[in-house]
C-alpha cells in the first residue's frame, strides 16, 4: 500500500467519524431545541394567566375606587330606565287597583 492510498484511508475514516459525530450532535441540539420550546411555552401560558390576573384586579381595583365617577354603558342605562318605569307603572297599577276596590 502506497503512502498516498494509506492517506486516503485515513481521511475516509476520518470522514466516517466527522459524519457521524455530526448526527448525534445534531439530535442533541434537537432535544435541546424541543425542551427550549417546551418551557418557552409553559412560560407563555404562565405569562398568559399572569396578565389576566393583572388585568382582573386592574378591573376590580377601578370598579372600585373611592371618588371614581362611574360609567355606565348605553345598555345598562336603558335597563336601569326600564327598572324605573316598571316600578312606577306597578305602582300606579297598584294604586287603581285600590280606588277599584
Do not use: C, Y
Not at 475514516?13 to 409553559?42: G, H, P, Y
Not at 307603572?89 to 297598584?94: I, N, Q, V
Request: without cysteine.
Amino acid at each position: 500500500m502506497s503512502p498516498l492510498e494509506s492517506r486516503k484511508q485515513l481521511l475516509i475514516a476520518e470522514s466516517e467519524l466527522n459524519r457521524s459525530q455530526m448526527e448525534a450532535d445534531l439530535a442533541a441540539l434537537k432535544t435541546e431545541i424541543v425542551a427550549l420550546s417546551d418551557r418557552a411555552k409553559s412560560i407563555s401560558s404562565i405569562a398568559s394567566s399572569v396578565a389576566m390576573l393583572v388585568a382582573g384586579l386592574a378591573g376590580w381595583r377601578r370598579g372600585t375606587s373611592i371618588g371614581a365617577p362611574v360609567k355606565h354603558s348605553w345598555f345598562q342605562r336603558i335597563l336601569k330606565g326600564m327598572g324605573l318605569v316598571s316600578t312606577i307603572w306597578l305602582a300606579f297599577r297598584s294604586q287603581r287597583g285600590r280606588e277599584k276596590s
